[in-house]
């Protein structure tokens, strides 16, 4: 909440400060229908329906003390209360004024969580690849070699250590990195021709790096109209 619009000073009395702030914490967004008991109530932005019982439990406060606040909020004109015998709708006066300050401290606030966020996540990815001991070493190698060789020129995503981690855990470390070594040749950036490689050995039982390098070997072997073509040490070169 906007700090400047709080400061007055009938909000230094912390109870009336804690309530008014409840009811700007129930007040509804947009229009909203809320049904009470077999009753439809149309509430438009800035309103709520208000129970005491339930607002004292959520408060920690007594009933008759949230009452008293909410009546003395009333009389300082900061909100409106429109009773029957089964509930009330409060309504915050000048609202929008609050919403609007708000929204701009809110969005503000999530671009720096996100962007927090978003680099924490990646960090973490990274750590916990560079942790993983279902291949020793050579994890290092992956995320290494990926960063100088695949990831240049392309943004950064978490979702890709993901994949890579999904990778070298369904295979293993050295089969990934093999395939990242054939899309680098290729000069295939990014994530995708090496997954396309990885999921080509899966379908033909590739299992080790020699399973991999017959694999190829036969898939070059014969071109794509079905000639033959000579093999050079660099095609089937997958442990460097």
């Known amino acids: 909440m906007h700090r400047k619009l709080l400061q007055s000073d009938i909000f230094q009395n912390e109870k009336l400060l804690k309530?008014?702030?409840y009811c700007l914490l129930k007040a509804s967004h947009t229009d909203y229908k809320q049904l009470v008991g077999m009753k439809v109530i149309n509430l438009k932005p800035g309103q709520f329906v208000f129970g005491r019982s339930r607002a004292a439990s959520e408060l920690n406060m007594k009933e008759s003390t949230v009452w008293k606040y909410m009546k003395?909020?009333?009389?300082?004109?900061?909100?409106?209360?429109?009773?029957?015998?089964?509930?009330?709708?409060?309504?915050v006066d000048k609202w929008g004024n609050y919403q609007a300050h708000d929204v701009e401290e809110e969005q503000q606030n999530n671009n720096k969580r996100t962007t927090k966020e978003q680099q924490n996540n990646t960090n973490?990815?990274?750590?916990?690849?560079?942790?993983?001991?279902?291949?020793?070493?050579?994890q290092n190698d992956v995320i290494d070699f990926y960063h100088q060789n695949l990831q240049v020129g392309v943004s950064s995503s978490?979702?890709?250590?993901?994949?890579?981690d999904h990778w070298i855990k369904d295979l293993n470390s050295d089969l990934v990195l093999a395939a990242m070594k054939l899309s680098a040749k290729k000069e295939k950036k990014g994530f995708d021709y090496t997954e396309g490689i990885l999921k080509k050995w899966?379908?033909?039982?590739?299992?080790?790096?020699?399973?991999?390098?017959?694999?190829e070997q036969s898939f070059k072997n014969t071109g794509r109209k079905g000639t033959k073509k000579r093999p050079s040490k660099e095609d089937f070169d997958l442990s460097e």
Do not use: H, P
């Not at 003395?72 to 309504?91: C, H, Q, Y």
């Not at 690849?129 to 279902?134: A, D």
């Not at 979702?159 to 890579?164: D, K, T």
């Open 19 to 21: 309530i008014f702030m």
């Open 158 to 164: 978490t979702y890709v250590y993901e994949l890579i």
């Open 202 to 215: 899966v379908n033909a039982g590739v299992q080790t790096i020699e399973d991999a390098r017959k694999f």
């Open 124 to 138: 973490k990815n990274l750590k916990n690849l560079k942790n993983s001991s279902s291949s020793g070493s050579s």
């Open 72 to 91: 003395l909020l009333e009389d300082l004109g900061s909100i409106s209360m429109d009773s029957n015998n089964k509930f009330t709708v409060v309504t």
